[in-house]
């Protein structure tokens, strides 16, 4: 029954907009550890910082679902969100995307993929409670 679960109904990109929205400064942290848990072999974080830095920020993290790369990243204090289509290691298309268009075209990509991830799909069930 759990695999039968309509993640894209229950409004995951709205609980990543209402997260979003909660807290601007603090979202590209918290997206990075949404996705690390839910796709860790698929995600990429950066951290900005040196070797003798206490505190390492989240500068960009990457996401690749099947033809789809997805990165957001801090711009100057801004998040900067951008997709990209790569078929056999070639970039077809990159494009900017407003941040409710981005979280709306990952989130279709990540339940997709959680309908047959376990650990997606624990994951998404855990941005939903």
């Known amino acids: 029954m759990d695999s039968e679960i309509d993640f894209s109904s229950l409004g995951v990109a709205g609980a990543l907009s209402q997260m979003y929205r909660q ?3 603090g979202f590209l942290p918290l997206i990075a550890v949404f996705l690390e848990g839910a796709l860790p072999a698929e995600t990429r974080v950066e951290r900005a910082g040196g070797l003798f830095r206490k505190t390492k920020p989240v500068v960009r993290v ?11 990243e801090d711009s100057r204090g801004a998040l900067a969100t951008r997709r990209e289509k790569v078929v056999r290691g070639i970039r077809l298309k990159s494009e900017e995307l407003a941040i ?3 979280l709306g075209a990952l989130s279709e990509d990540v339940a997709e993929r959680a309908a047959s991830d376990e650990a997606a799909m624990a994951a998404m069930r855990r941005l939903l409670e």
């Open 100 to 102: 409710h268009q981005w």
């Open 62 to 72: 990457t996401t690749t679902i099947g033809e789809n790369i997805y990165v957001i």
């Open 23 to 25: 807290d601007t400064q």
